[in-house]
């Protein structure tokens, strides 16, 4: 919900490291060490004092040309891979299409130079839950016309293509649909959500439609498990 700027890459991260936001018209190729190359991939938008465009060509570069050896030892030495997986697995539970791996390949990616160490930060999930039906209901798919082909990034390809990634996230996936669906947390949240919106905003959206909405929300948290 927070912009992620300068103050917010601070909070959340510490101060002296980079923040850079992948853009929808590009996509997460190594382009050579032209910075200007770049431009139609990643926006830099925090951490400019600190660093520059550097560590995420040559990350780029390592995503893309290592060997499957050493794409594997080096992103346990340089990538947050446990984190990673939580994300993929969260983005899975949520049936996003627009994450990562979607149009617009919507994450940031956060770098600490002091650790060396790559953050993917998630961003954008207006279309979890498969956008409710956005596209499956025949919602306005011309709004999603004009971006990039989804379905493949690099850097996830690759990481679910190493088995010991692939596993870590199929472990996490099983342990979120344990704890948020098969708990039923998921569905206590979706009440409370409800509940609110039936009591203070009935004059802005009809507590019939909010109840269609809830339904159909409940009817993905089963289906997930």
């Known amino acids: 919900m927070e912009n992620p700027d300068e103050g917010w890459m601070v909070r959340a991260f510490g101060a002296g490291g980079g923040l850079y936001k992948a853009r929808s018209a590009g996509n997460w190729e190594y382009r050579g ?13 925090a951490g400019k004092a600190d660093v520059d465009l550097t560590p995420l060509v040559e990350f780029l570069d390592f995503i893309n040309n290592s ?19 939580v994300y993929l697995a969260m983005q899975d539970l949520l049936q996003n299409f627009d994450d990562i791996n979607g149009p617009g390949n ?16 998630p961003w954008d999930n207006n279309f979890s839950l498969a956008g409710l039906g956005f596209l499956a209901d025949g919602g306005p798919a011309a709004e ?8 493949s990034n690099v850097l996830v390809d690759r990481f679910l293509a190493n088995p010991d990634f692939d596993q870590i996230t199929a472990g996490q996936v099983d342990a979120l649909t ?18 609110v919106l039936e009591r203070d905003a009935a004059d802005l959206v009809d507590p019939a439609v909010v109840r269609e909405e809830a339904e159909r929300v409940a009817a993905h948290f089963v ?3």
């Open 33 to 45: 060490d032209d910075f200007d190359a770049y431009d139609v991939s990643f926006d830099q938008k």
């Open 144 to 151: 999603v016309a004009g971006l990039p082909e989804f379905g």
């Open 178 to 195: 344990r704890s948020l669906y098969a708990s039923g947390v998921a569905a206590e949240i979706l009440a409370r959500r409800v509940a």
């Open 106 to 121: 919507n994450a940031y990616l956060h770098y600490d130079p002091a650790r060396q160490w790559w953050t993917v930060v």
């Open 223 to 225: 289906s997930s498990r």
């Open 67 to 85: 060997g499957d050896a050493a794409f594997a030892a080096g992103m346990a030495e340089r990538f947050d891979v446990v984190g990673f997986a």
